[in-house]
């Protein structure tokens, strides 16, 4: 078992940047991929980034390329996503997840354990 908590979000003006964070329970935490995903009133959730155990790979959205960075530290069990130029459009509850997959994972089904969000709302 493992227990996320995501940290960071709040209200931020468009063009601004927010750093979410993501603290694992387990110190198991470096054996696993981390992902970031978002889900939007009305909306599915959709995959935001993604990052593998080590950090060395990394995998974004279209919509996030170029303005989200994800890293992670595997000392202190957190994994990061740096978001710049932000727009009304991210505003979303942000979700991390672990999983078990080899490589960098996109898809939902792939994660097992998730946090519980936290909100990010970018005003116009």
């Known amino acids: 078992q493992v227990q996320l908590a995501e940290s960071g979000g709040g209200l931020v003006q468009a063009g601004g940047s927010l750093r979410l964070s993501c603290a694992a329970s387990?110190?198991?935490?470096?054996?696993?991929?981390m992902g970031w995903f978002r889900q939007a009133p009305g909306k599915e959730r959709e995959f935001v980034a993604a990052?593998?155990?080590?950090?060395?790979?990394?995998y974004y959205a279209d919509s996030m390329k170029g303005r989200a960075t994800a890293s992670r530290d595997n000392a202190k069990n957190t994994v990061y996503l740096q978001m710049n130029n932000l727009e009304p459009e991210d505003t979303a509850v942000y979700y991390c997840?672990?999983?078990?997959?080899?490589?960098?994972?996109?898809?939902?089904?792939?994660?097992?354990?998730w946090g519980q969000g936290t909100q990010v709302t970018v005003s116009s």
């Open positions: 997840a672990a999983s078990q997959t080899r490589g960098v994972p996109t898809a939902s089904p792939m994660f097992r354990y």
């Open positions: 990052i593998s155990w080590n950090g060395g790979s990394t």
């Open positions: 387990r110190r198991t935490f470096s054996t696993y991929a």
